[in-house]
Each structure stands twice: as C-alpha cells, then as structure tokens.
C-alpha cells in the first residue's frame, strides 16, 4: 500500500496473472496505470486474470464469443478452469444484455448449478476491473479481516443499543 501526499488515503496495490492473450487488452492497460503489477503467463486458462495475493480467479468471456464458439467448448473451458481456481468468476460482457444475452447467462447458470462457480455480467472495460479489483481487495487477507472486525464491532453496537435486548434484560432482572 502507498500514501498519497496531502491525502490519508491508502492505495491497495497487488500483483495480477494475466493469460497471455490479455497482453494488449485494455483490461491489461488500466491494471498497469493503476500501477498494478501485471505478470502474463501462458500456462494459465486464455481469458484468466488471477489475483493470487486474494486468492480470487476471473475468465473473461464475451457474450457474442459464447454464442459462436458453442456451448460444449465453453463449458469444458469453465469446468477446467473451476477445477484450478477455487475462488472463480465468469465475467460475461455485453455491451448490451439483450434477450439473447440473457438467456446465455441462464444456460450457463443452469449448467454451472451447485458449483462454486459465480457469473457476473458486465458492460465495459472499465465496469469489469473496478468488479474485479473490489473482490480483491475485500478477499485479500488484511482487508478481509479489517472488514471481519468493522462487521464484529457493528455488530455488538447494534446488539448494545437494542431496545429489544434491553427489554429482555430488564424482563431477565425482573425475574430475578
């Protein structure tokens, strides 16, 4: 993490695997400005972005590409990368999700039911690594167990400040 100058505000910068095919893709290109640490890699599932740091796997898969590349292929290319990466997303990207879309999406759900598979459908580039980076993060160990202790401390204030819990101890002492 950096410091910005003047500002309290704390970078979250991590290292990310990219598939090799993403090399000059305008995912690639913002991760790298955002001063991201990129590392391509060709044994890794083409389309896969993987935040190791996180623990967390993406396949980017476009809408349009799934309707003509068939669904069997699709699935085996899912599956394979599921049995890799415990933590995985399909990002399908759409400009626009239409009908067609849509029903993609339901085939793949209905195909990929019971996994830990999770399918998110985004519109642009930029809405896929702003996805991307805010899993990561959260799922990254020091930030998951500072958002673990902010939900505990929440928690037990709204407990605190009950009035149903302050009812039911002031019932419990009239018991007494």
């Given at each position: 993490?950096?410091?910005?100058?003047?500002?309290?505000?704390?970078?979250?910068?991590?290292?990310?695997?990219?598939?090799?095919?993403?090399?000059?893709?305008?995912?690639?290109?913002?991760?790298?400005?955002?001063?991201?640490?990129?590392?391509?890699?060709?044994?890794v599932?083409?389309?896969?972005?993987?935040?190791?740091?996180?623990?967390?796997?993406?396949?980017?898969?476009?809408?349009?590409?799934?309707?003509?590349?068939g669904?069997?292929?699709?699935?085996?290319?899912?599956q394979?990368?599921?049995?890799?990466?415990?933590?995985?997303?399909?990002?399908?990207?759409?400009?626009?999700?239409?009908?067609?879309?849509?029903?993609?999406?339901?085939?793949?759900?209905?195909?990929?039911?019971?996994?830990?598979?999770?399918?998110?459908?985004?519109?642009?580039?930029?809405?896929?690594?702003?996805?991307?980076?805010?899993?990561?993060?959260?799922?990254?160990?020091?930030?998951?167990?500072?958002?673990?202790y902010k939900m505990?401390?929440?928690?037990?204030?709204?407990?605190?400040?009950?009035?149903?819990?302050?009812?039911?101890?002031?019932?419990?002492?009239?018991?007494?």
């Amino acid at each position: 993490m950096t410091e910005t100058s003047g500002q309290e505000q704390s970078r979250w910068v991590t290292t990310v695997i990219m598939s090799t095919a993403l090399q000059n893709h305008e995912i690639s290109t913002i991760l790298q400005r955002q001063q991201h640490r990129v590392r391509y890699s060709d044994s890794v599932e083409p389309g896969s972005v993987i935040f190791s740091l996180s623990g967390v796997a993406f396949i980017l898969s476009d809408a349009q590409d799934l309707l003509v590349t068939g669904e069997e292929e699709f699935s085996q290319r899912i599956q394979k990368f599921m049995s890799i990466h415990r933590n995985s997303f399909l990002v399908l990207s759409a400009a626009l999700h239409g009908p067609e879309e849509w029903n993609v999406m339901l085939r793949i759900q209905k195909r990929f039911l019971g996994t830990d598979l999770r399918i998110i459908p985004v519109h642009n580039t930029a809405e896929t690594v702003k996805l991307m980076l805010t899993i990561a993060k959260v799922t990254s160990k020091p930030q998951a167990n500072d958002i673990r202790y902010k939900m505990a401390t929440t928690k037990a204030q709204i407990i605190e400040n009950s009035p149903v819990w302050k009812m039911l101890e002031e019932y419990q002492l009239q018991c007494n």
